[in-house]
């Protein structure tokens, strides 16, 4: 879900995913992306790629992306995801909030940080803060040059595929729409170690710097 806008409005919220009552959703695998700039000048305009607006009972929401990088207005509210404290979920885990402004999330109030709403909800031990770096604000697929994301969901026996129709991971799934190729790979290394130390440099990727080498030492301790 992406390339949503409005000018702003105090009584009308931009939103990805509503719901808006009743109980045993299931809300999985979805990437939502707000990423429009607010026409409104008015401070605290608000946008959440989930809101939940009233009373919720059984909800489940797991290996979503939720991604508000809002700009514009004074101040504005950037939800992750909005809920009211009296929202039961039957598993809310293995998600990525990532949200500029002040606000990460709001469950009876607003919520700063990813402890806090941990705290607040009692759930999303395995749930991270991390931008997920899409393609492009029109393309939610995952760069694979990143990792932020990738291995990090939950098995979902009733979902067996992604949005392009690849295959989900039956242990490690990604999170969001897109299960992509993290960037791991395999090759063959020859080394002819002789007696003392040796030193071999292996240029490779690094999930935050892909110029990072990486080294290993051999020592042939003789007969």
């Keep these: 879900i992406y390339d949503l806008s409005t000018y702003g409005n105090t ?24 990423s429009d700039s607010i026409g409104n000048p008015a401070s605290g305009m608000v ?43 039957l598993a809310i885990d ?26 607040a909800t009692g759930q999303d031990i395995n749930s991270i803060s991390d931008d997920p770096h899409f393609m492009s604000d029109t393309d939610l697929h995952i760069d694979p040059s990143f990792s ?20 989900r991971s039956a242990t490690t799934p990604d999170l969001g729409a897109d299960e992509y190729n993290c960037g ?11 007696d003392g130390w040796n030193m071999v440099s292996i240029p490779g990727l690094h999930p935050t710097d892909q110029n990072v080498s990486t080294w290993w030492q051999y020592r042939d301790l003789g007969a």
């Design 94 to 119: 293995n998600n990525d909030y990532w949200t500029t402004g002040a606000v990460l999330g709001y469950f009876g109030a607003d919520i700063a940080t990813l402890t806090d709403w941990r705290t």
């Design 11 to 34: 009584s009308m919220w931009l939103v990805g995913i509503r719901i808006a009552g009743g109980t045993n959703y299931k809300v999985y695998y979805n990437s939502v992306s707000i």
């Design 184 to 194: 791991t790979a395999t090759f063959q290394l020859s080394v002819n170690v002789f």
């Design 148 to 167: 932020t994301v990738c291995d990090n969901g939950v098995s979902i026996a009733a979902v067996t595929t992604d949005i392009d129709g690849d295959t």
């Design 47 to 89: 946008s959440s790629c989930l809101n939940i607006s009233v009373a919720a009972t059984n909800i489940d929401i797991r290996n979503n992306i939720f991604s508000n990088r809002r700009l514009g207005g004074t101040s504005p509210k950037n939800y992750a995801i909005h809920s009211p404290n009296t929202t039961t979920f």
